[in-house]
C-alpha cells in the first residue's frame, strides 16, 4: 500500500503570496490531519478533515485553510504569507481518527517564505 | 489548552548508554502515542498506549503510561546509532469518544548516540 504523499516537496514564497499544499492520504484513510513544524515551536496541529468536512481545528489565524475532496485528498491554503510560516507542513492520515487509530505522516512540504 | 511537556530537550550519550525520555501532560489523556523523527525526515509512529499503568515493550524500547495518564515514558536500553532522532510523544485529549484526530505533541527529546 503506497503511502501518505504530499507535493510538492519544496516551495519557495515571498512575503505576501499565497501557496496551496496537497496530501494523498493512504488508500482507504478518510481522515487527514494537518501540522506544521518549526524549531521554534515545535509541532503543531491545524485541522483535520472527515469525509470533506472540518472536524477538529487548532489554534492558527484564519488565513490558514483546508479542504478535502470526495476522494479524501486534502489540500490546505495559506494566503498572505508571512516570514514566520516557514515551516515543515505534515500531513497525516488515519482511517477514522477513531480512539486508538494511528496516524501515518507524509514526507512533508517545506516551504520556505522570504 | 493542553500542553505536553518533554524532558530533556537533549540527549547526548555513548552508544550502549541507556536513554530515557519523559512527557507530561496539563490534563488527562485518552491515550498517548510515541513517534521517532530522524533528522531530515517526518514522524513515524512508533506505538500506542491507552490503558493507565501500561507497559509495552519493543525490542530495546520500553513505553509506559502513568496510572493518572498524564505522564509517560520512553526508556531505550543500550543505544545504538540507528536511534538517532528526534522522539515525541504526542497526546489526545480525555474522554473515549476520541472524536477525531488532534494530536497534542510534546516538545521532542533529540538524541545524539557517540560511538
Known amino acids: 500500500k503506497a503511502g501518505v504523499t504530499q507535493t510538492p516537496r519544496y516551495l519557495i514564497k515571498t512575503r505576501g503570496q499565497q501557496v496551496t499544499l496537497s496530501c494523498s492520504p493512504i488508500s482507504g484513510h478518510r481522515s487527514v490531519s494537518w501540522y506544521q513544524q518549526t524549531p521554534g515551536q515545535g509541532l503543531q496541529f491545524l485541522f483535520e478533515?472527515?469525509?470533506?468536512?472540518?472536524?477538529n481545528k487548532g489554534n492558527f489565524p484564519g488565513r490558514f485553510s483546508g479542504r478535502q475532496f470526495s476522494n479524501s485528498r486534502s489540500e490546505m491554503n495559506v494566503s498572505t504569507l508571512e516570514l514566520g510560516d516557514s515551516a515543515l507542513y505534515l500531513c497525516a492520515s488515519s482511517l477514522a481518527g477513531y480512539f486508538q487509530e494511528t496516524q501515518y505522516f507524509g514526507p512533508g512540504t517545506r516551504l520556505l517564505v522570504l | 489548552g493542553q500542553q505536553v511537556m518533554q524532558i530533556p530537550q537533549y540527549q547526548h550519550v555513548q552508544e550502549g548508554e541507556d536513554f530515557t525520555t519523559y512527557c507530561n501532560s496539563s490534563t488527562t489523556l485518552s491515550n498517548i502515542q510515541w513517534y521517532k523523527q530522524r533528522p531530515g525526515g517526518h514522524p513515524v509512529f512508533l506505538i500506542q498506549l491507552v490503558k493507565s499503568g501500561e507497559v509495552k515493550k519493543q525490542k530495546r524500547l520500553t513505553f509506559q503510561f502513568g496510572e493518572a495518564k498524564k505522564n509517560s515514558s520512553l526508556h531505550i536500553t543500550a543505544t545504538q546509532t540507528t536511534d538517532v532522532g528526534t522522539y515525541f510523544c504526542a497526546g489526545k485529549g480525555g474522554g473515549l469518544t476520541g472524536g477525531g484526530n488532534k494530536l497534542t505533541f510534546g516538545t521532542g527529546t533529540q538524541l545524539k548516540v557517540e560511538l
Open positions: 478533515y472527515f469525509s470533506e468536512t472540518q472536524r
